[in-house]
């Protein structure tokens, strides 16, 4: 029988992540606060943010009404492409930290490659690189890098990035950047990774099915005494990867973690690895999405 054992991650920096983090993208501000403390006092140990979200105050605040010592959480947050480049990137530092009030973010990574003014993201790294070197943070990485971004960044900076995020899920497993981070000693971080984003609406339309709903993925739930997104939960962190569902319910919150008790056979994580489609329910991260990223990001 597999074990059900699941250990920290450790990032090829050697700072340890736990498997699992609470994600609070589209968290409305005024339930993040509650959402963040809820998941600290079950025992998450992680929790997911970006200046995008509008919400790193309230993680921040959820945080402090928690209780859990500050030392025990790993903060991460993410840099809007707005932002990129050397001054702004600092400035975006400084803005996440004053919203979430700390001294020190854990994990800064950049939320998208955009491709089309690179020059501007790879500066921005080199930022997190410095930043890195200070202590300012713990750990650096990006997301939304497929391995063509990869390859652009790695052939200018000095620091390979500590973890990649992506879309990830049954439904859209992304073999190809699984295996360019491997080969990079990347950590893959998955959102959505019990497949929310495939029945929020999008380019599919009618065609859209949400992997929550799956009768392979249910099979499997009721063979273990699972909900499926245990099952896909599980499915994640059994093969190595970070994942960070989202939920401001608190019964969800408790039933995502409830997570290491069971264990999927060899067999069945296969299965599930068979249901990718390889299209993708999230943006293009290769679309110019100018507007959107042209985004002015808050002061603190």
Do not use: C
């Not at 605040?61 to 030392?71: H, K, M, P, T, W």
């Not at 650096?140 to 960044?153: A, E, K, T, Y």
């Not at 439904?171 to 959102?191: K, N």
């Not at 093969?239 to 067999?267: C, H």
Request: charged share 20%.
């Amino acid at each position: 029988m597999p074990t059900t054992t699941i250990d920290d991650l450790i990032l090829n920096n050697g700072v340890t992540l736990p498997p699992i983090g609470l994600g609070v993208f589209q968290s409305p501000p005024a339930e993040t606060s509650a959402a963040v403390a809820t998941a600290l006092e079950l025992g998450y140990r992680h929790v997911d943010t970006a200046a995008a979200y509008a919400n790193e105050r309230e993680v921040g605040e959820g945080i402090r009404a928690s209780g859990v010592a500050r030392d025990d959480i790993i903060i991460e947050t993410k840099v809007w492409p707005s932002d990129y480049g050397r001054d702004e990137t600092r400035h975006a530092f400084d803005k996440a930290a004053a919203k979430l009030g700390v001294d020190r973010i854990d994990v800064l990574i950049l939320h998208q490659p955009a491709p089309a003014g690179f020059d501007r993201t790879v500066a921005a790294y080199l930022v997190l690189q410095q930043l890195l070197a200070d202590g300012a943070v713990r750990a650096i990485g990006v997301s939304n890098f497929m391995p063509q971004h990869l390859d652009r960044l790695l052939a200018e900076v000095d620091v390979v990035p500590q973890l990649n995020q992506v879309e990830l899920h049954p439904y859209f497993a992304q073999p190809e950047v699984q295996a360019a981070d491997a080969r990079h000693g990347i950590l893959t971080q998955a959102w959505s990774p019990i497949g929310g984003i495939t029945f929020y609406p999008g380019p599919w339309g009618d065609d859209r099915r949400s992997v929550l709903a799956d009768p392979t993925i249910a099979e499997i739930a009721a063979a273990h005494g699972k909900s499926p997104a245990q099952v896909m939960l599980r499915w994640g962190m059994q093969q190595g990867r970070s994942v960070i569902p989202k939920s401001t319910n608190p019964a969800r919150i408790a039933e995502n973690l409830a997570v290491f008790d069971f264990a999927l056979s060899a067999d069945e994580l296969a299965t599930i690895d068979a249901l990718d489609t390889g299209r993708r329910s999230g943006p293009d991260p290769d679309s110019a999405r100018t507007d959107l990223f042209d985004r002015v990001i808050p002061e603190a």
